[in-house]
């Protein structure tokens, strides 16, 4: 069968566009960041100071490409002055607390930060006069899952066994509820991006498998693996954005398209978490072993696909790095970088490249 390579967006929509970019200082976040300046695009960035040193958003020095806005989306004064300053036409929302046991040992701050910080979001830019399109990032872990076989869909029942997953969802209804209280009659187009598990270069934050490996890597410490036969929907970082811009981009221009698309690769293609160390290891050019400490109380799910028919169909969207450049493109950065490149350089370097692929 004849793959057709994905659309990539478009730089005479954004060029010139002002958008509001929350979560800029986490890894996603900068990602975006980066791509948009290379579009064109005039970006606010609005999110904590990084909680990572290193951090991408520090070495790549993504304070340079836009006007950069600390605060707190808790902080419901300061979302609605900086949506204010921002007149923003597209708001991307990427900020949140991502990560699953860091939502265990505290699920109020989580809530917090999730449900309450997208609800003031939302809020305020109801009345920001230039609007035109909010992309509201949730994550492949907003479906019931039972730890089964199938991979999800759009219209898959929501849920949540752990807090983390439990507030992305809420994050979802309440999303939906101002879409069509709000929104839709001041002809904003709102929808969410449920996008699949990230890698990529530019990761340190802890408990995640890539940076976890990298670290091991760099104090020359065994890796430890709590749930080595556990599958994943993982994709590279510049592939989950891509979607989203699409996304945006789509919702700008008038196209008709769900209100929800899921963003991942095929699911015949999952890894285990055992196969992605096991692998980055090799690329990194360590042994490829590590030990496994498994949690008996985890609630974690050991499954989980995602099906991203809808945005191949409607977007025209495909997933790029994929196969032994997903886990090479994760490898030389990291590699790169740590021997002295410039962090920013070699960023930059693969968003071209991503964009020259055939």
């Avoid at 498998?209 to 510049?238: C, F, G, K, Y």
């Avoid at 974690?300 to 090479?328: C, P, Q």
């Amino acid at each position: 069968m004849l793959v057709t390579p994905g659309r990539l967006p478009d730089q005479t929509f954004w060029r010139g566009k002002r958008v509001f970019l929350t979560g800029h200082t986490g890894f996603k976040g900068a990602w975006t960041a980066l791509w948009l300046a290379r579009l064109g695009a005039r970006v606010t960035g609005f999110a904590r100071a990084p909680d990572t040193q290193p951090s991408l958003y520090e070495l790549a020095r993504v304070d340079a490409d836009l006007n950069s806005m600390i605060g707190d989306l808790q902080d419901r004064r300061s979302v609605e002055k900086a949506v204010t300053a921002a007149d923003p036409e597209i708001v991307l929302h990427l900020a949140a607390q991502p990560l699953v046991r860091a939502a265990i040992a505290d699920p109020i701050e989580t809530m917090a930060t999730n449900v309450m910080g997208t609800t003031h979001l939302l809020q305020a830019l109801r009345s920001a006069s230039s609007l035109t399109t909010v992309l509201v990032v949730t994550t492949d872990k907003v479906y019931s899952n039972a730890n089964g076989d199938r991979a999800f869909t759009e219209d898959d029942r929501l849920g949540g066994k752990d807090p983390y997953s439990a507030s992305k969802a809420a994050v979802e209804l309440i999303t939906a509820s101002f879409r069509s209280s709000y929104f839709e009659h001041q002809n904003v187009r709102v929808a969410t991006a449920r996008g699949g598990n990230v890698i990529g270069g530019g990761d340190f934050s802890y408990d995640r498998i890539v940076s976890d490996i990298v670290r091991s890597v760099m104090q020359n410490t065994e890796l430890t693996l709590r749930m080595p036969e556990a599958t994943r929907p993982w994709q590279h970082v510049l592939d989950c954005i891509a979607g989203y811009l699409l996304y945006a981009e789509g919702l700008g221009s008038g196209m008709t398209l769900p209100p929800a698309l899921n963003f991942g690769p095929e699911p015949a293609r999952a890894l285990t978490v055992g196969e992605l160390a096991f692998h980055l290891l090799k690329a990194l050019g360590k042994p490829a072993s590590f030990d496994v400490r498994y949690d008996e109380a985890s609630i974690e799910m050991s499954k989980l696909a995602i099906d991203a028919s809808k945005s191949r169909d409607h977007l025209g969207w495909r997933d790029r790095v994929t196969g032994d450049r997903l886990i090479d493109w994760t490898a030389d950065w990291y590699s790169t970088v740590l021997s002295g490149t410039d962090a920013r350089s070699v960023t930059l370097g693969q968003i071209d490249a991503y964009c020259g692929m055939p």
